[in-house]
């Protein structure tokens, strides 16, 4: 839908069209934030409100896992911008050292820092033996003409050590039921899985949830990659990497025909 400043165009215009044409759009974003925290940053930058019917976001499953894990004390490692994940939560913001579980967001700088720098954090968090719930199973994002680090490189260092990480978001389950809930009630009636066309970038998210829900889906490689110079040897490496996708197109850029 965008780059982290301005909207893609043709994606947000073929999906208007679509939803004009009797079509709903889910967007299920991995952000961490809530999916009015999402819905707000849309409109900012410029998307058409048009363009999507609802929006579901690894935040609004975090926050379940927030309630079920820590008692109630988290140490946030993340973003200043994420802290709204907390309000009306319940759960209590703490230190490192008198925290019962992690919540992690991402960096707390994530544009200029890399997991590298984490690793004495984390290997102090997994001495003492913190489960991690992880806000957004991502590990990298496009910013601009940027890639930053997200909460999935931290979760991944972390769980190389040993460490409990509990995921939300893209590619695990609940997610996705819950934007099949969104979608249904939307409609007035359940949908199944033969009518959802899952479209993503991310091979180790999109594509994968995709194939573990048993939908269809289209790759586009233009979200987080900027050229491919071969998008049928592109093609192959994914379906190498996850051999039960579905995936019935491959595009630089999503587009109306």
């Keep these: 839908m965008h780059n982290g400043f301005t909207p893609f165009a043709e994606t947000v215009s073929c999906l208007a069209k679509h939803r004009r044409q009797g079509g709903i759009v889910v967007l299920v974003s991995n952000s961490p934030r809530s999916e009015k925290g999402v819905a ?5 930058i410029g998307v058409d409100r048009q363009s999507f019917d609802a ?4 935040g609004d499953v975090t926050q379940d896992l927030m309630r079920r894990i820590g008692n109630g004390k988290l140490f946030h490692l993340g973003t200043a911008r ?3 994940l907390f309000e009306g939560m319940g759960v209590e913001r703490v230190p490192a050292d008198k925290a019962s579980a992690i919540i992690c967001t991402g960096l707390f700088h994530d ?6 720098d984490y690793r004495g954090l984390l290997a102090d968090l997994r001495s003492r033996n913190l489960p991690m719930i992880c806000a957004n199973p991502d590990k990298t994002v496009r910013k601009g ?7 999935g490189a931290l979760a991944e260092v972390y769980a190389d050590m040993g460490g409990s990480v509990a995921m939300a978001g893209k590619p695990y389950g609940p997610i996705y039921d819950l934007a099949l809930q969104k979608a249904a009630e939307i409609t007035g009636r359940p949908i199944t899985k033969a009518e959802v ?6 091979p180790e998210t999109d594509i994968l949830g ?13 979200g987080v990659r900027d050229h491919v110079e071969d998008m049928g040897a592109e093609l192959s490496h994914i379906r190498e ?17």
């Design 40 to 44: 707000q940053q849309l409109v900012e």
């Design 145 to 151: 003409d940027r890639l930053l680090y997200c909460a």
């Design 197 to 202: 066309l899952a479209i993503g970038d991310g």
């Design 82 to 84: 994420d802290v709204s």
């Design 241 to 257: 990497a996850v051999p039960t996708a579905n995936i019935l197109f491959a595009f630089d850029a999503l587009r109306w025909a």
């Design 111 to 116: 544009d200029g820092e890399t997991p590298e």
């Design 210 to 222: 995709a194939a573990n829900q048993g939908f269809a889906c289209i790759y586009v490689s233009g």
């Design 55 to 58: 929006i579901v976001t690894s």
